[in-house]
Structures are given as structure tokens and as C-alpha cells.
């Protein structure tokens, strides 16, 4: 079993950023890939980035594309999402997650393990 727990949200200005971070504790990180899904009110949850078990290897949607760097420091059991530039339309719950895999996972039927979630508001 991991636990998975996220901290760094807030409220920030268009324009301004934020580092998220997902902290995990009853597993070694390093089994697993990873992700950072994301929840706007009266949407569904969406994909927003992705890494494997080594960090060599990332995968964003379009939306997070050249603002958002994901990545991870196993031997801190932790994962970070660095969201620069952001955007009113980027506010909302981000969630982090787990999948006993290798490679880069972004759909989220297939994770196993979700932290709670932490709010992300941007003003415009």
C-alpha cells in the first residue's frame, strides 16, 4: 500500500506559479509511475502529467504543455509538479498518483493509488 499526500496548492495571479508536491509513505516510489490528474468544478478529472518509475521520461497533455514540469526524487519518495505561467482555466483540485509500472501511464482507470487532492486557484 502507498499513501499518497499533496501539498503547494493556493491561490495565485495569471501569470504567477506554483510547486506542487506529492509526498508518499508506506512504499518505495521507485516501483512506481506516476501522475498528476487534475479537477475543475463540474468537469470530470483530467490528465495532466506523467513520468516513469526513473524520471527519464515524461509525458504532459497540450493544455500543461511548455508551462508544467513534472518530476521526482525517489530517494525523497516524492513527486513535483512546477506550473509556471498559469492560467484561470488551470484552477482546480490536483490529484497525484500511482501505478505499480515502468513506463509513462495516463489514463487514470489504471492508477491504483490517489492522494487527495489539493486546490489550485488562479485569478485573473
Known amino acids: 500500500q502507498v499513501q499518497l499526500v499533496e501539498s503547494g496548492g493556493g491561490l495565485v495571479q495569471a501569470g504567477g506559479s506554483l510547486r506542487l508536491s506529492c509526498s508518499a509513505s508506506?512504499?518505495?516510489?521507485?516501483?512506481?509511475?506516476m501522475g498528476w490528474f487534475r479537477q475543475a468544478p463540474g468537469k470530470e478529472r483530467e490528465f495532466a502529467a506523467a513520468?516513469?518509475?526513473?524520471?527519464?521520461?515524461?509525458y504532459y497533455a497540450d493544455s500543461v504543455k511548455g508551462r508544467f514540469t513534472i518530476s521526482r526524487d525517489n530517494a525523497k519518495n516524492t513527486m513535483y509538479l512546477q506550473m509556471n505561467r498559469l492560467k484561470p482555466g488551470d484552477t482546480a483540485v490536483y490529484y497525484c498518483?500511482?501505478?505499480?509500472?515502468?513506463?509513462?501511464?495516463?489514463?487514470?482507470?489504471?492508477?491504483?493509488?490517489w492522494g487527495q487532492g489539493t486546490q489550485v486557484t488562479v485569478s485573473s
Open positions: 498518483a500511482a501505478v505499480t509500472a515502468i513506463g509513462i501511464v495516463v489514463d487514470s482507470s489504471h492508477f491504483d493509488y
Open positions: 508506506g512504499r518505495t516510489l521507485s516501483s512506481y509511475a
Open positions: 513520468i516513469d518509475w526513473s524520471g527519464d521520461s515524461t
